[in-house]
């Protein structure tokens, strides 16, 4: 299995708007966002990434252009890493869905919260792990196991993919905070994903790589006792 970096796009326009943008077209990168994307070229210098992985919202393509620009890299479109489809809540204020009997159960109980007109929480934890189990697997079996892969998707997609990876019920997803242009790392392997960054928002991601095997290293399933090494 391989090394996967979840980067929620960078600052868009609803980011700052006070509205739940959802699925809604035309949401575009602000100009923080675009510097934050121009960013990533660098951020990811030392990262050789063998595939990008894109939800089909434009604020997604917007954030890995340049990157795969700079690596002459063909982003894949997986419509299971697309934003939640929020129903009838989208395009309403954040002010105003406050309000609502179920803004408690997503605060509260999400894997019981359901949009209405939309889908629920669970559902999307579920398409979105079978998504990158699938495409890891592909990444992994072309290139090998040592191999770093990146997905561009939205806030609530990835805290859902690392509650997963964390072992975490989906009601604890509120916990787990993930900032646009963040990035998170999850190295899977056989027997369980290690998870290596969360939020991480620094500028120098090259110790996501996984080292070359050394003679004292534990089967690439198992934790080190006592803590890891470091190389």
Same mark, same amino acid.
């Not at 916990?175 to 790392?185: G, K, L, Y």
């Not at 080292?211 to 006592?226: F, H, T």
């Given at each position: 299995?391989?090394?996967?970096?979840?980067?929620?796009?960078?600052?868009?326009?609803?980011?700052?708007?006070?509205?739940?943008?959802?699925?809604?077209?035309?949401?575009?990168?602000?100009?923080?966002?675009?510097?934050?994307?121009?960013?990533?070229?660098?951020?990811?210098?030392?990262?050789?990434?063998?595939?990008?992985?894109?939800?089909?919202?434009?604020r997604? !393509?917007?954030? #890995? *252009?340049?990157?795969v $620009?700079?690596?002459?890299?063909?982003?894949?479109?997986?419509d %299971?890493? @697309?934003?939640?489809?929020?129903?009838?809540?989208?395009?309403?204020?954040?002010?105003?869905?406050?309000?609502?009997?179920?803004w408690?159960?997503?605060?509260?109980?999400?894997?019981?919260?359901?949009?209405?007109?939309?889908?629920?929480?669970?559902?999307?934890? !579920?398409?979105? #792990? *079978?998504?990158?189990? $699938?495409?890891?697997?592909?990444?992994?079996?072309?290139?090998? %196991?040592? @191999?770093?892969?990146?997905?561009?998707?939205?806030?609530?997609?990835?805290?859902?993919?690392?509650?997963?990876?964390?072992?975490?019920?989906?009601?604890?997803?509120?916990?787990?905070?993930?900032?646009?242009?963040?990035?998170?790392?999850?190295?899977?392997?056989?027997?369980?994903?290690?998870?290596?960054?969360?939020?991480?928002?620094?500028?120098?991601l090259?110790?996501?790589?996984?080292?070359?095997?050394?003679?004292?290293?534990?089967?690439?399933?198992?934790a080190?006792?006592?803590?890891?090494?470091?190389?």
């Amino acid at each position: 299995m391989a090394t996967v970096v979840f980067l929620r796009h960078a600052r868009s326009t609803a980011n700052t708007s006070g509205v739940l943008a959802g699925r809604s077209a035309g949401v575009h990168l602000d100009e923080s966002g675009r510097r934050q994307a121009e960013g990533l070229v660098e951020r990811l210098v030392e990262v050789p990434l063998r595939s990008v992985v894109v939800s089909p919202m434009t604020r997604c !393509a917007e954030t #890995v *252009a340049p990157l795969v $620009a700079a690596r002459g890299l063909s982003p894949v479109v997986e419509d %299971d890493l @697309a934003e939640v489809d929020y129903g009838s809540w989208t395009g309403r204020a954040i002010k105003d869905l406050v309000g609502e009997p179920l803004w408690k159960v997503v605060q509260q109980h999400p894997s019981a919260a359901v949009f209405p007109g939309g889908e629920g929480l669970a559902a999307v934890q !579920a398409r979105a #792990v *079978a998504a990158v189990r $699938a495409h890891d697997a592909r990444v992994a079996a072309e290139f090998g %196991d040592r @191999a770093v892969w990146l997905l561009c998707s939205h806030g609530d997609v990835i805290k859902a993919l690392l509650a997963d990876a964390l072992g975490q019920h989906l009601d604890s997803f509120q916990r787990i905070v993930v900032d646009p242009a963040s990035v998170s790392v999850v190295r899977y392997t056989d027997t369980r994903p290690f998870v290596l960054r969360v939020n991480d928002s620094g500028r120098e991601l090259g110790g996501v790589v996984p080292p070359e095997p050394g003679s004292g290293d534990a089967p690439a399933g198992d934790a080190v006792v006592g803590g890891a090494t470091g190389r």
